[in-house]
């Protein structure tokens, strides 16, 4: 049971590419999102997904966007990378239901822009 | 606008020094206060969920309690292996989908000297 898998684990970009992350789930959860970290300043949500073909901006969505197309899969894209973008990107899902409501998280993709 | 402030910003214990991690919070519809921990080049893990004021959980040496405007986790007699960062949030309710988010703090480092 892999549970939440991130790939690439590391990138070097130069400023103006693009790339895409990956994130995989086996845990067939409804809800899916994508967060950056930073030092200092806590996890920050960049966009969310509350099912297959449904996404919505987070609180820092500008210069990234996002597709959901399988329940599994959510993509995280990058069209045009900036310094700014430097980051550790870290993707979450968890079950639509109630109780506890966990967000398990990948190992996270650490993204440098240069 | 959803606050989490966590404090100190860093805690050098020795083995067997207990403390306390303070994580103060300013939010709207609070639906449960979540404690993470992450190890270097992880991703979070979860620890404990809280939802009302007066509510304790305990696992192992850690012990987290809540009130209306914070939450404490507390660290008894701390061994090395307890070294992480320590991670609030809080979970509030999506703007433009059924559903919550976790809102982060910038979290603790804890570092246990052997």
Known sequence: ???????????????????????????????????????????????????????????????????????????????????SQTSV???????????????????????TVL | EDQVTQSPEALRLQEGESSSLNCSYTVSGLRGLFWYRQDPGKGPEFLFTLYSAGEEKEKERLKATLTKKESFLHITAPKPEDSATYLCAVQVPLIKAAGNKLTFGGGTRVLVKP
């Open chain 1, 1 to 83: 049971n892999a549970g939440v898998t991130q790939t690439p684990k590391f990138r070097v970009l130069k400023t103006g590419q693009s790339m895409t992350l990956l994130c995989a789930q086996d845990m067939n959860h409804e809800y899916m999102y994508w967060y950056r970290q930073d030092p200092g300043m806590g996890l920050r949500l960049i966009h969310y997904s509350v099912g297959e073909g449904t996404t919505a901006k987070g609180e820092v969505p500008d210069g990234y966007n996002v597709s959901r197309l399988k329940k599994q899969n959510f993509l995280l894209g990058l069209e045009s990378a900036a310094p």
């Open chain 1, 89 to 111: 990107y870290f993707c979450a899902s968890k079950w639509r239901g109630g109780g506890a409501n966990v967000l398990t998280f990948g190992a996270g993709s650490r993204l």
